[in-house]
């Protein structure tokens, strides 16, 4: 009969001892986890750039005097003698292609990035990788516009489309590609 009361006795400790081992283990994570959160260093955190925080200006209208207002709403709008405004044409100097060619020379744009409403061009200037929105200047030239393969650039009343140069990026993967053969070459040896 005590044999049949020791084994009860055995197997109740034997949980016992299991639950304190996992409860030590348990504790001891946690231990370790806090000490670890607590020697850790935050990293800085990034800042915004300077332009992202930057309002936009929003155009106001100034509101119209007792008289205009009235006389706009007496008018009819489908009036017989309403005509749509005459265009105003623009007369284009003749612009030295081959100045503005001089000027921008230097000039390669490497890539394009469009974020929603923004725009810009990622451009290698004087050795040199820069990234310019829409209307930021480099090299006394504003960049007016970003479009499918090109970008317009202005200075005055001058306009100029700067092409994205592809072989540049052509030849940069050509690079790429040709080290990788070499290096498959070399470990199939």
Known sequence: MSRRLAQPERAERQMLLAAAVITAT???ALVV???VSLRSEVPEPVLPARDATRALAVATVSPLG???R????????????RRPLAPVEETDEPVDEAQVADELKNL???GLFSDGDNGGMIVRFKQQRKRVAVGESIAGWELASVGAGKVTMTRGERRSDVPLKREDAAKANSKTNKSKR???ASNQR
């Open 26 to 28: 348990l504790v001891l």
């Open 33 to 35: 986890a806090l000490l």
């Open 66 to 68: 007792a008289e205009p």
């Open 70 to 81: 009235q006389a706009m709403l007496e008018r009819p709008l489908f009036w017989s003698s």
């Open 108 to 110: 390669i744009v490497l």
């Open 182 to 184: 070499t290096i498959r």
